[in-house]
Structure formats: C-alpha cells, structure tokens
C-alpha cells in the first residue's frame, strides 16, 4: 500500500506534466486565418487549463489524506502549482487572441510559442525521471528550460524593439506588445518549474 501511495503521487504530477505538454502541442500546431476559429481554439485551451486545476485539486486532496510522502510533501504541491502556472499563462494568452481578433501569428510570436512548447518537453521529461527517482538526471532538463527562458527574455527585446520600428497602429502596438510579454512570462514560470525541480534535486539526489 506504501509503494501504491508513493507511486500515486509520482503519476499524479506526471498527468498534470502530460497534459501541459499537449496544451501546449495544440497552441503550436493550431493554425487558422479565420477569426471564428479563434473561438474554437480558446475554447480547447480552456479544457486544458480546466483539466489542469482538477488534477491539481485531486493531488491536493491525496496530499491532505497522506502521512508520508515519497518526496517532501511542500515539493509535490509546489511543483505542481508551477505547473499549473505555465499551462494557465498559455491559456491566458489563448484568450487574448480572441478577444483581440488576432487570427494570425507573427513570426515572433510563433518563436515564443515554440520555446515554450520545448520548454514543456523538456519539464515532461524531468517529470517522468522523477517518478524513477533518477534526480540527478534531472539537472540536465531544468537547465534547458532555463535556456528556453533566457531566449525568450531575448524574442521580448527584439519583438518589441521591431514591433515601435514598423507598426503605426498604436492599438495594434499595444495589443501585439501585451502578447509579446505575456508570453515571456510564461517564459518565467517555466523557469520556476525548472528551480522548483533543481529544489528536489538538492534534496533527494
């Protein structure tokens, strides 16, 4: 029953790294000209970020029903909050495509998205070393999803910088700069997701 308990909690963060992981495979591969299909991927990304919070709640309620925990119990809820941050930045950004009509992505934006969707893998990846209790092979994946963060930090300056040297619209302007650095931001939770895992790493390995 021990072994069942701490297996749970591993297979528990793994289902919630898994469907960030395909939140963000749908954000890369949706592709659309047409504003009403905007609708449509909002809405998909909010059964993403819906499907999240369940599964954050249930390992909470496992949490609160558990006495001993395979790793420090702190650990399991915090990693999985971080989670939860990333894939809810995604689907903030989904929503702001809608309301702002923007039924087409730039070439930075598609940078952005991209690094984020690796930096996912590589958070899917750690994850599943996790549940193997192979933490120092976990190093390796929360560095890269640094490098992830540190390029989109870079995308955020040059997005912008180019965004004042060729757009005249001032309301296009402010709407592309928002996205741009919401997006970044996603960035950076990644990036706590990733020192929350180097945490457990100086813990356990």
């Known amino acids: 029953m021990f072994g069942q308990k ?22 890369v ?3 659309s000209n047409k504003a009403a299909d905007l609708k449509i991927f909002s809405q998909e990304m909010k059964k993403f970020e819906t499907k999240g919070d369940t599964l954050v709640h249930e390992l909470i309620v ?12 702190e650990d399991i809820l915090q990693l999985a909050l971080k989670m939860d941050d990333v894939l ?15 039924n087409q992505s730039d070439d930075y934006m598609h940078k952005f998205i991209n690094n984020l969707h690796s930096a996912s ?26 490098d992830y963060e540190s390029q989109c930090d870079v995308l955020l300056r040059s ?21 741009y650095e919401v997006l970044e931001a996603v960035s950076d939770s990644a990036q706590d997701v990733a020192n929350m895992l180097e945490q457990i790493i100086m813990r356990n390995a």
């Open 6 to 27: 701490n297996n749970l909690f591993f297979d528990m963060l793994l289902n919630i790294a898994e469907n960030l992981y395909s939140s963000s495979k749908y954000y």
């Open 29 to 31: 591969d949706f592709n």
């Open 62 to 73: 496992e949490l609160n029903k558990t006495f001993i925990t395979p790793i420090e119990r």
């Open 88 to 102: 809810d930045g995604l689907e903030h950004c989904s929503a702001m495509f809608e309301m702002y009509s923007i």
């Open 121 to 146: 893998g590589e958070i899917l990846n750690a994850v599943k070393l996790l549940s193997k209790k192979k933490f120092l092979e976990i190093r390796v994946h929360a560095i890269q999803i640094k």
């Open 159 to 179: 997005s912008i910088k180019e965004l004042f040297k060729k757009e005249w619209h001032t309301v296009k302007i402010m709407q592309f700069k928002e996205i």
